[in-house]
């Protein structure tokens, strides 16, 4: 691990020295390829060199250790001596982390696939709850929402649902929502007070890059037609709603967001080249997943991974076993603290893998 670190530091300092020099300032495209790539070292070269100074400050005060008689500042440097070795073990398992393989997709938006389960109109309506929670997340990062896709019923709830979140890391902080959610709670048209169990499931994909996916378009069906939602709202009066389907796949993905034909269109073929993306790389990853299914973050979306429970107001994630009494506040968006504890458990079983 170190004689990497040492390779990592000696990268960086070149790198240093190169994004300084007027030739390469010159020409912007490989000076901005090189900034970021500095930028990407930056966090672990900082990190070692925080281990490297601890080491040093661990290494003198054993010397000094060796050649003091006066009790008390024996003592006092034995005590120093337990914190930096703590310290090291902390600065140690910190760059473990920082040399883990990132995740190619993390930086990119996402499109987010919110479906209705077991439990009728019950659990259409948490699917809307469930998109507002998301919705709400969204705009506490500071993420732009596109909507792309809604089926709603009559009650204002929803059959199926997709959007789009754009901004930073947006994959990286979401891809673990994949899977089955549950609620439990009394229904508004319960007259006996029971408690009732439905489900939604997530689907949460990186928005694919046209490079990375080729589409033939001879693979392809694209029907137009009139756009509307639940007791005639949003009816659009001329055909702009897209539908195309995939045909060797058999995916098929609609977008009657927009007014426009051409941008109902865009978006469709954004949505398409993100699903068929997942879909290949589901397949690529079939054995790797065999592996780590059970484990957070496999993406296995016919396994139940949180529960919503009304009656007792918390929320609890199976996958790692943590509950959260505030659930009003998680459903308005405050799901921060589960989405690090899932990144913690993700890493720590990656790390398990390493060793």
Known sequence: MFDKLKALKKKYEDLSEEIGKPEVIAHREEWQRLVKEHSQLEDVVTKFDEYNNNAQALEATRDSLKHETDKELCALLEEEISELKNNAEKLEGDLKFLLLPKDANDDKNVIIEIRAGAGGEEACLFATLIKRMYSMYA??????????????????????????????????????????????????????????????????????????????????????????????QHVNKTESAIRITHLPTGIVVECQDERSQIKNK??????????????????????????????????????????????????????????????????????????????????????????
Not at 172 to 200: D, F, N
Not at 290 to 299: K, L, S
Not at 326 to 341: K, R, V
Request: hydrophobic residues 35%; negative net charge.
């Open 139 to 232: 705009e506490r990062q500071r993420w732009k929402m596109e909507e792309l896709d809604i089926n709603e019923t009559e009650l204002g709830g929803i059959k199926e649902a997709s959007f789009m979140l754009i901004g930073r890391g947006a994959f990286s902080k979401l891809k673990y929502e994949s899977g089955v959610h549950r609620v439990q709670r009394v229904p508004a048209t319960e007259s006996q007070g029971r408690i009732h169990t439905s489900t939604i499931t997530v689907a949460v994909l990186p928005e694919a890059e046209d490079v990375e996916i080729n589409i033939d378009e001879k693979d392809l069906r694209i029907d137009v037609y009139r756009s509307g939602g639940a007791g005639g």
């Open 266 to 355: 865009e978006k469709a073929f954004k949505a398409l080249r993100s699903k068929l993306y997942d879909h290949f790389q589901t397949i690529a990853d079939t054995e790797y997943a065999a592996t780590r299914r059970g484990q957070v973050g496999t993406g296995d979306r016919s396994e139940r991974i949180r529960t919503y429970n009304f009656p007792q107001g918390r929320v609890t994630d199976h996958r790692i076993g943590m509950t959260i009494y505030a659930l009003e506040d998680f459903l308005n968006g405050d799901i921060d603290s589960m989405i690090e504890a899932l990144r913690i458990a993700d890493q720590t079983a990656k790390l398990q893998q390493m060793d």
